[in-house]
């Protein structure tokens, strides 16, 4: 088994998913078989995002509107690529819009669970995106098998950062690809369901950890993330002049990285492959027969090239006992116990005498954890902060990077820096 992963911008128009054709038919040359995980098409998931937002405001116009916009957005693609009729596709997805109708419907003069509701919303985006891509395969000779992920990964009913079953979910994958053999599935990346049949999505941008997880379940011989990037740079070519391909990373430096916000892959993905030593290629959907960057257990570390990661929205949180008591084991326990209750997600974290300094990305929760922690600690903090990780780090990168910001927090090591940095 191989695992290809288009993400949303691979699969944005009909071009795009002509593209994703032409890779997968020079994958189904070759005799492995091939899962194909497919994320909601250019930027579905925020305009879904944005009707579950107007059903929990009770806005029904605005819900229906954006809608229609996701609906036109989809024929759109659709009448591009089959010109000639597409009837049991537009069945498909009109069921699906309509589904998102009637969760209009039945929820707009409700107070629903956000959570809940953003997730049978949202994952809509990936079923439409399969179908289509499903559809278009089997019209171009490449038959395949559409694989409902809320009915193979399970998962808890954590809606929005859902956590999956291994366990189940291999029994319920294997039994699935042994009642239908096929040379091609095509499965929604980012979405799983619960054991009571509700959808759950696993986190933005969480295609790639699917993927991950299919290759894990599967054992498969290698993931392929497909990109519009030549694959993983020293530094986001939109923010860095001059960036240059790293070719190969270990699995140690490529958690690192995404860990420290680099946005290549998604930072979950490394763990389900590290584990049964899968590689993972990183390659550009625009020339398919590049090298791109293999991400694998041998691969030697970078050197003489600095690594600069850029991570926005940091929020800094200083944290000082009340009683001028050290911050010591116990209340690291607490204060870490009351962080993750809270889904925050830590990417720095410094400490002194009596305070501790967390940096955590902006998020929705940040105002229940921190009203939380005021219970028994002095808390400070600034927001629309920016995490810089240089790896192969040297006083010249560091200026250029930081340029005039102000650096709130700097932590050094002899190979990587890393500065909570504010615009002045
Ligand atoms: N469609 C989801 C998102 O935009 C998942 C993904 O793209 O990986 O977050
Ligand atoms: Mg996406």
Redesign the pocket.
Known sequence: MRVYKF??ASVKNARGVRNLLEIVKLAAADSDKLIVVV??MG????ALERVAEAVMNHNKKTAVDELNEIRDYHYQIISELFPCGHVFLQQKVEQLLQEILNLINENIDKQPDADFLYDQI?SV??LISTRIVSYALDRNGLTNTYVCMPQILLTDDNYREAIPDMQQSKQRLSDFLARLPADIYVAQ??IGGTINGYRT?L????????AALLANLTDANSVTIWKDVDGVLNADPRLVKNTVLLPQLNYYEAVELAYSGAQII?PKTIRPLENKGIPLFVKPFESPLSNGTTINSTAKQIDGISVIIWRQNQVLITLRAKDFSFVLEDSLNDIFETIYRHHLKVSLIQSSAITISVCVDQSRHLNGAINELENKYKVTYNDSLQLLTIRGTNDKIIKECVGDKQILLSQTTRRTARFVLKNK
């Open positions: 993400g949303g994320s909601a930027k579905t998931t925020n949202v985006g990936e990346g980012f999505t986190g933005r941008e969480g295609s790639d950890y699917t998604h």
